[in-house]
């Protein structure tokens, strides 16, 4: 055997050795990641908390939407930078999954899944953008641009609201994998369902015009959580994975 052989040969044992520890690190940083996530999101409620109503609800009137605004600027802003934090840690968290339930990169779950909480993050930045806008003194402090903040909060839950299809679409397809591969224990998959089932329809409520069920009412994000503390229930099944053999690796 060369000796450029021997350091090759050398080499591949080495990253042999390590893979399985690199294996487990991913699933375990990842599923850290998701428990993050929720946090974060019970961080956007305290940031605005007032009484029970945490967002300018449909039905108010523009006065009202400015004096929200005018009152939340610096918890608007906060919100924006953690839901934009919590969406990249969702696509973390979404890419350990596949991992974690052995997935090939190139399957249709996999795919699913993974482009799923993609999609999310743009979808995301485009709402935190026209809410960011909305937060503006211009908008605020002039009562002839309030016609306009309300225009841009309307476009804003549109597009939230729009995302929970894509929500649901990652349940699904997690709870399919999840059931089908046994790697996480069934009761992961199971609730996976029940939130997708829930959450597909959802995204009607943007056409709701007033009620408790009115957008950024209480209820009407309701899906959204259930989302994040089944990220985070799911996250605590996979921390609880053994470490990964090397010959047992998925190819992912």
Excluded at 75 to 98: H, K, R, Y
Excluded at 126 to 142: E, G, L, R, Y
Excluded at 154 to 169: H, I, N, Q, R
Aim: charged share 10%.
């Amino acid at each position: 055997m060369t000796e450029v052989a021997r350091v090759r040969e050398g080499g591949a044992a080495t990253a042999a050795a390590r893979s399985p520890m690199s294996e487990t690190r991913q699933i375990r940083i990842g599923a850290w990641a998701g428990i993050a996530n929720l946090l974060l999101s019970i961080a956007v409620l305290l940031t605005t908390r007032s009484s029970w109503k945490f967002w300018p609800v449909r039905g108010d009137s523009d006065a009202e939407y400015a004096a929200w605004f005018a009152r939340n600027s610096t918890g608007a802003f906060a919100q924006t930078i953690s839901t934009n934090i919590g969406a990249l840690l969702g696509v973390w968290f979404a890419f350990s999954l596949t991992r974690a339930l052995r997935l090939p990169q190139h399957s249709l779950l996999s795919f699913v899944i993974r482009s799923s909480a993609t999609i999310i993050v743009p979808g995301l930045l485009v709402v935190n953008a026209m809410f960011s806008v909305t937060s503006t003194p211009q908008f605020i402090n002039d009562p002839a641009s309030w016609p306009l903040l309300r225009a841009f909060t309307e476009a804003c839950l549109f597009t939230f609201y729009g995302l929970l299809s894509v929500f649901a679409f990652l349940l699904l397809a997690a709870a399919v994998a999840i059931l089908t591969s046994r790697e996480l224990p069934a009761w992961t998959g199971w609730s996976a369902v029940a939130a997708g089932v829930l959450t597909l329809p959802a995204g009607g409520i943007a056409l709701v015009r007033s009620g408790w069920l009115a957008p950024l009412s209480l209820p009407s994000v309701t899906p959204f959580f259930l989302y994040w503390l089944w990220v985070a229930a799911v996250s605590v099944a996979m921390l609880r994975l053994p470490a990964r053999d090397a010959a047992e690796r998925p190819d992912a």
